[in-house]
């Protein structure tokens, strides 16, 4: 079965639990094969938000990517995440679908791999955690790419 690459995270309620249990919850998408250490990092986007828990991990699925992106989007629903449009807002959960193996998409509801995954370290570094020999197209290894980025502002939650 392919593998997936998983970023998760949050910054409302029990941010590390609410992660935890998205961790737990993405057994029902396939096998959690393993996880980063949880994170904490500053907030992008709107101002006084509170920090986020951060994490990633590889999923080995039987799922297609959009079947496993709707699957995310139901977690996320389940935890209680309301998207209206904002970008960067606070949230009780955030999945993002960041690579899936062999697969390369670009399409208004999903692009393989994530748009932003090189550009950020608090991706990044759990990923570089789970997967550092990992090649993503249009970024390098996962372990090179988060070593350009640095840890500034990653702390262990």
């Avoid at 737990?24 to 396939?30: E, N, P, R, V």
């Avoid at 938000?49 to 139901?74: E, F, H, I, K, W």
């Avoid at 389940?78 to 209206?84: E, M, T």
Wanted: with cysteine; aromatic share 4%.
């Amino acid at each position: 079965m392919p593998l997936a690459y998983i970023g998760l995270g949050a910054n409302l309620g029990q941010p590390a639990e609410q992660v935890l249990q998205a961790l737990a919850g993405l057994g029902s998408c396939g096998r959690v094969l393993a996880q980063s250490p949880l994170y904490r990092t500053a907030p992008l986007g709107e101002p006084g938000q509170p920090d986020y828990c951060n994490a990633a991990c590889v999923l080995d699925t039987g799922l297609t990517p959009r079947q496993l992106m709707d699957r995310l989007l139901d977690l996320e629903r389940c935890a209680g995440r309301v998207r209206d449009g904002r970008r960067w807002a606070a949230r009780r959960l955030d999945l993002d679908l960041l690579h899936y193996e062999g697969v390369t998409l670009d399409s208004p509801e999903l692009c393989l791999p994530h748009p932003q995954i090189g550009r950020r370290n608090f991706v990044l570094a759990p990923l570089a955690d789970v997967a550092p020999d990992l090649e993503i197209p249009g970024v390098g290894r996962v372990a090179d790419a988060a070593q350009a980025l640095g840890r500034a502002g990653l702390q262990p939650w």
